[in-house]
């Protein structure tokens, strides 16, 4: 899972967590997060792993966001939801060998921002 960057978001997250584990009971569950909330994922019940992602968030993160794939190991998914509403993608990248991932539009959702996320500034005329 991808965790949000600001801590307060992250706190609200864990109960979302929490219901991703009681559904995955089996599965291994790792979280990708930012340095900031590294701490606090590695220490909730339940998350088997977590990545530390090197790029940045907010707004950067539409330029670094290839330095997170690149944490990714062979055969490592991330799950995000991208975009600008109305029309936002669930998007799935897969790390295919050291140096290649896919990347893969899933469907097409709409989700409120986090609280603190960064706003892209708009375009007027």
Excluded: C, K, Y
């Excluded at 995955?24 to 992602?53: I, K």
């Amino acid at each position: 899972m991808l965790s949000p960057n600001w801590l307060g978001d992250a706190v609200m997250a864990l109960p979302a967590l929490a219901d991703v584990r009681r559904h995955f009971a089996g599965a291994r569950l790792t979280v990708a997060a930012r340095a900031p909330v590294v701490a606090l994922f590695r220490m909730v019940e339940g998350v088997d792993d977590v990545l530390v992602l090197p790029g940045r968030g907010g707004l950067a993160a539409l330029t670094s966001w290839t330095q997170d794939v690149a944490a990714l190991e062979g055969g490592g998914r991330l799950f995000a939801i991208v975009g600008d509403g109305p029309a936002m993608s669930a998007r799935l990248v897969r790390r295919t060998s050291s140096t290649t991932w896919t990347s893969e539009d899933l469907f097409e959702t709409w989700v409120e921002p986090l609280v603190h996320a960064e706003r892209p500034r708009r375009f007027v005329f």
